[in-house]
C-alpha cells in the first residue's frame, strides 16, 4: 500500500546530524516525521521528500494558507495493507512538535503539524 504526503513545513532529507545549521535542523525534521510513522509502520521509500512551489487555495490546508507556497512531498510504501489508515495518521501526527522557519514559506501558528484544524492544517495524507 501507497501513501502521499503533502506538507507545508520543511521535511528535507539532508542527512546532516550534527551542528546547529539550517541542514541539520531540516533532517531533525524529516527524522522526527519518520519516528512518527514508525510508531505504527516501517515505511518503505526510495526517493527523499522534494519541494516546490505551488497553488494551495483548493489544495486542502488549512483556511489561513493560500497563494503559492513550497509545498514538501513524500511517498512512501507499507508491507502491510491493514496496518495504517489516513485517519490513523491524521491522530498520530496531530500538534507533532516541529522545527519552523527554514525554507518554509507559510508562518506558523503552533511549531508543529497539525492535522484537524480548518484554519492551520499544514500536513495532508492520501492514497497514492
Not at 542527512?15 to 524529516?30: D, V
Not at 509502520?41 to 513550497?70: A, W
Request: charged letters at 25%; one cysteine or more.
Amino acid at each position: 500500500m501507497k501513501f502521499k504526503v503533502d506538507t507545508l513545513l520543511d521535511i528535507t532529507e539532508t542527512n546532516y546530524r550534527r551542528g546547529n545549521s539550517l541542514e541539520s535542523k531540516q533532517q531533525q525534521n524529516f527524522l522526527t516525521f519518520l519516528q512518527v510513522l514508525g510508531l505504527r509502520v516501517n515505511p518503505l521509500y526510495s526517493t527523499s521528500p522534494y519541494s516546490e512551489m505551488i497553488m494551495i487555495d483548493n489544495y486542502g490546508f488549512g483556511k489561513k494558507f493560500k497563494n503559492k507556497q513550497r509545498v514538501w512531498t513524500f511517498e512512501f510504501e507499507i508491507e502491510y495493507g491493514g496496518g495504517l489508515t489516513i485517519d490513523m495518521l491524521q491522530d498520530d501526527f496531530n500538534y507533532i512538535p516541529m522545527i519552523d522557519s527554514l525554507d518554509e514559506t507559510i508562518n506558523l501558528s503552533k511549531s508543529c503539524f497539525e492535522t484537524k484544524c480548518n484554519n492551520y492544517t499544514n500536513i495532508l495524507f492520501e492514497f497514492a
